[in-house]
C-alpha cells in the first residue's frame, strides 16, 4: 500500500500546505564528511557515514528517484545494511515497505518497541485532522525492537535512542556518535561534527 499513500500524501499535502513553508527540508548532498541527505518533495532521509559503514537514518516515501539521487552523493544502496526508523508514517518507510523497488531487502531495520505497534496491525495512525487512516504497512526486513535510552554499537558507530512521544506514540530520536581526534560544530547543534541527531537541523528542516 505503500505506493498508493506515497502519490495520495503527495497530491494532497500539496494542495494543504502549498506556499505556507511548513516543510523545509535540505537539498540532496553531503552536510558534512559524515552526513549526507536525500531530499524527496517535502522529506528527507539521511545517511551516517564511518569508513565502510553506512547507516541510513528513515526510509523516506515510496520514492522513484531514491536510487538515482543516492547515486549523486556516491552511496550504493546495496551497501546499506542498517536502516534505523524514527517512526513509520509514510514518507519514512516506504522505501522499505513490500511494494517498494526493493533497494534494501537485506537491511535490518531498528524501530522503536511502541511504534513497531503500527506495524503489527495493533494500533493504526490517522493523519489530516483524523480523517484519513493510514493504510497497513508491510515490511519484511529482519527488525531489531528499540527502548527508551537503550545504548548500542553499530560497527564503532555509538547509538542512543530517546522516545519523544507526541507525532506518534513511539516516535524515537536517535543520536549517532563517533569518536575523532579534532571536532567541529555542526551547523544549528552544539554536539560535534562526529554525533548527528535524527530528527536534528530543527530550523532547516521543521521536524519537531
Known amino acids: ?54 547507516i541510513m537514518i528513515d526510509a523516506g516515501y515510496n520514492y522513484d528517484r531514491l536510487a538515482e539521487k543516492m547515486g549523486w552523493l556516491g552511496i550504493d544502496p546495496q551497501s546499506v545494511r542498517h536502516i534505523l526508523i524514527t ?6 518507510v516506504g522505501a522499505v515497505e513490500a511494494d517498494s523497488p526493493g533497494l534494501f531487502r537485506s537491511a535490518k531495520l531498528y524501530i522503536g518497541e511502541i511504534e513497531n505497534r503500527y506495524l503489527t496491525g495493533e ?54 556518535t563517533t569518536n575523532i581526534s579534532s571536532p567541529a560544530t555542526l551547523s544549528g547543534s552544539a554536539r560535534t561534527a562526529a554525533t548527528a541527531s535524527f530528527p536534528l537541523w530543527q530550523k532547516a528542516t521543521n521536524w519537531r
Open 1 to 54: 500500500m505503500s505506493k498508493k499513500a506515497t502519490e495520495f500524501q503527495k497530491r494532497e499535502m500539496s494542495k494543504m500546505y502549498r506556499g505556507k513553508e511548513i516543510f523545509k527540508p535540505l537539498n540532496t548532498g553531503w552536510v558534512d564528511e559524515r552526513v549526507a541527505c536525500v531530499r524527496e518533495w517535502v522529506a528527507n532521509i539521511f545517511f551516517y557515514r564511518k569508513g565502510g559503514t553506512t
Open 87 to 92: 517512526h513509520q508514517d509514510t514518507d519514512h
Open 123 to 176: 494500533v493504526r495512525r490517522k493523519v489530516i485532522y483524523h480523517l484519513y487512516k493510514l493504510p497497513q504497512v508491510t515490511i519484511n526486513n529482519e527488525k531489531v525492537l528499540l527502548h527508551d535510552g537503550e545504548t548500542f554499537e553499530i560497527d564503532g558507530i555509538k547509538i542512543e535512542c530517546f522516545l519523544v512521544p507526541g507525532h506518534t506514540w513511539g516516535h524515537m530520536s536517535i543520536s549517532l
